[in-house]
């Protein structure tokens, strides 16, 4: 195996941009409950944003999502954000909540629809200027529930000129990167169901387009880190949108159900050169807390994607192309299944004391203060919520 600080030292390459909708309440259909403390306004989930990179250092921006997160001045809430020693990421754009959209938005029959729609990427496109926000991230709601609905073709082929229009707004700096999803809202066909559809479609755009993965977007079953692998090869990957899943598009704490499988991810983006800042891939969390705390739930999942990243990072690369090419079977996968069962929070505590951040990030937050300082001050207003 791969010595620890060894291991350790590629860690220091590690960036999670968490979303700002996973400081406000969430639910399922069925309910949403409200949680003392919960923000009432974009600056209070930066603030909150804010405690998470405070004390793991991991999490140095937050990603929008407009118009949930709309305001006059982004440009001042990026200095906001900069005071509190965070900045902003990612703008996810939205065309899935105005009734307007019920049959499509980018994909829709009607050119006015798809004219609002368009516009909509154009406004997101104008708050990255303001922020200096990289990537504008797309997903679509846009689909059908039955067979003979819609012409999925035709769909297809608007989706490309919709795009091609918001494609070529963009800066140089600027990317666009679409995200897909196998079902839900729509449970015949979705518009971009899939990495195929999301490859196709970027790569029609040219390079500054680029393919998200959400990991609660596939079908049960579904071998993500080949995707991975496949979209690193490509050059295609742009972004994560990490959340864990015991059925469908659950949302849950990252490597919650599944820390092999965050395991297996990370090792694919270590092996296609998908860490750290320059390699062009966005690390970001798309998650909603339903039940837990939302700080200590979002301090959770970091230390999480760091946990299997460091476990990925101790992996013996060199022994295994050996035993790979010696056809050892067993042995192949005795090296990487070693990485994965080494236990590397002892080291972690150290790595981050080295730091300056506390050993335990979460009993650090436990007794800041700080929960207890915003149930106290947050009263009245509306409590934000996923959408609000
Ligand atoms: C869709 C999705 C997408 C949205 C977010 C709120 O399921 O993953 O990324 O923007 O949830
Ligand atoms: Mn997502
Ligand atoms: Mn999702």
Redesign the pocket.
Known sequence: MTDMATALNGLDQLAIEV?S?AYGNSGTRFKVFGTPGTPRTIEEKIADAAQVHKLTGLAPAVAL?IPWDKVEDYAALDRYAKDLGVGLGTV???T?QDDVYKFGSLTHLDAKVRRQAIDHHFECIDVMDATGSRDL?I?L?DGTNYPGQGDMRGRQDRLAESLQEIYARLGDNQRLVL?Y?FF?PAFYHMDVPDWGTSYAQTLALGEKALV?L?T??HAPGTNIEFIVAQLLRLGKLGSF?F?SRFYA?D?LIVGAADPYQLFRIMYEVIRGDGLGPDSGVALML?Q?HNLEEKIPGQIRSVLNVQEMTARALLVDRVALAEAQNDGDVLGANAIFSDAFYTDVRPALAQWREERGLPGDPLAAFAASGYQKKINDERVGGTQAG?GA
Do not use: I, L, Q, T
Request: charged share 40%; with cysteine.
């Open positions: 979303p909708w999502h996810n754009s939205n899935f991230k997903w709601a995200e999803k839900e998200c959400d609660g977007h949108d959340n598009d949302d798309d909603c996923w």
